[in-house]
């Protein structure tokens, strides 16, 4: 099979996956304790890693900005250099990235695991179908709790931000927070909520199918995992390249 | 089912009923329906043929064991029984009930007529036993009272009672396969499928993965298809029954010259064809090469 056949196979499986899972969600049985479940584990899971990344990112990005704008004589608008990268781009990339390499690796794992040990056929032989019980879940909480996982990133950022501002470059708090306030509009929020919906959807389903596939045994696992990974990121950033365009139109965002 | 003739069964008429399946009959009609049908099965995997044109019936009460070497399709059959995968063409009966295009919506209900025993017991690792055991009548929403009855009597069964609590990863081998058994009797499945379950085992704990076999087929009236490539569990399968004595207790007694087991057949799969289906006598007296090769693990 040649490489872009592979993907449109590979493109197939993944949309009927996310159709089977939605369709799952109007018919019982539901499985909200394990929705639950997943929602701590991924959301209250990463929060750590993505409030530090977040943190982080924020602040050197004023490290890296706050000479030149000054050069310019505009340092008073490095919050609103921050606040407009981490909310429209950085945080929900970030955070995806993020959720991506501590989720996306666990779900494939957990479910190539579950694969080679028989432990899908035997659900399937008990009667629970997997994409109910394993999926859904795990896609509900992505889609859900990534949007919350980047607006904490983007709080943690700004505040990353405003530490560096005030501590390495002497810069009044209250400057930078105007400056972060004049920077966000509205339609940059809704964008910012937006992306990670569609990244959460993205991860989990081509986590969840790359698991599902698994095959060859433990070494099929460390593939799987490797491929689901790989592959997450690589969907995540090229997605949202096209949705942040959709978004401009969508949302009319023209100014800086 | 015991018949006190002294028979020897034709390969070649095996898919016939015997007298006391039509005795059977005339009190419970369904009971001449086959549990589980094989019409000219075809699968195939890429260009790699699994199931060439396999055919074969399995009564109610009896139980089939499946021989052959890795690789020969043994495994894949019982996965199209569960409907775990869909056949290329030919068709597929459980109590005459053509299951072969069915969803997985429709396929259910159909598998809660089924228990199937994975190899490696395929028990679920994040579940204690008893939730393993419990899985499917808590899928259910069984009240948790009657949920634990079942669950004790079905670890009573394999006699597991006192590792209830226990997570898989603390079980042996063994016991992984009795827990998987135990878990496939939840709801008392009328057919049980068994995918090697002594593959790894030692003999003691081997032999008594078979003593449960013979006990659901002999005192619980379960068609089984038990897939195997050891001659040491034909031996016990095919010879043995179980029966409960004056103290009520069950023992294990061997067929004699007198009493000779008609519920248990033999039959080999080679390549994904069944090249042998009769009696474990007519196997073992069978002039065939590949069967007697098989028989001597040469």
Known sequence: MNPFTKFLSELQEVSLLIWRAVTAIFSRPRYFGETVRQMDLIGVGSLPIVLLTGFFTGGVLVLQTFPTLEYYSIQNEAGRSVATSLIRELGPV?????????????????????????QIDAMRALGTDPIRKLVLPRLAALVFMLPLLTVAADIFGLIGGGVVASSLYNQDTSVFITSVRNGITTEDLIGGIIKPLFFGLIMGSVACHKGLSTSGGTAGVGRSVTNAVVTASIWVIVFDFFLSKALQIVLDIKRI | MLSSEDQEIDPMVEEELA?????????????????????DVHLSFDD?????????????????????????????????????????????????????DYTEEQMAPVRHKIGMVFQEGALFDSLSVYDNVAYRLHEMRVDEAEVEREVRRMLHFVDLEDSIDMMPDELSGGMRRRVGIARALVGDPAIVLFDEPTAGLDPPTARTICELAIKLRDLQDVSSIFVTHEMNNVAYLASEY????????????????????????????RDGRIIFSGSDESLRSSPDTYIQRFINGK
């Open chain 1, 94 to 118: 970030l955070a995806a990235l993020m959720v991506s390499g501590r989720i996306g690796s666990a779900i494939s794992a957990e479910l190539g695991s579950m694969v080679v040990s028989q």
């Open chain 2, 19 to 39: 007298p006391s399946d039509l005795e059977d009959a005339v009190d419970e009609p369904d009971r001449i329906l086959p549990a589980i049908e094989f019409r």
């Open chain 2, 48 to 100: 790699n043929k699994i199931l060439d044109g396999v055919s074969f019936i399995v009564r109610k009460g009896e139980t089939k064991l499946i021989l052959g070497r890795s690789g020969g399709g043994k495994s894949t059959t019982i996965r199209l029984i569960l409907g775990l995968l869909k056949p290329d063409s030919g068709q597929i009966l459980i109590d005459g009930e053509n299951i072969t």
């Open chain 2, 242 to 269: 179980a029966t409960v004595n004056e103290d009520g207790q069950v023992i294990f007694e061997k067929e004699g010259e007198k009493l000779c087991l008609i519920n248990t057949e033999v039959i080999m799969f």
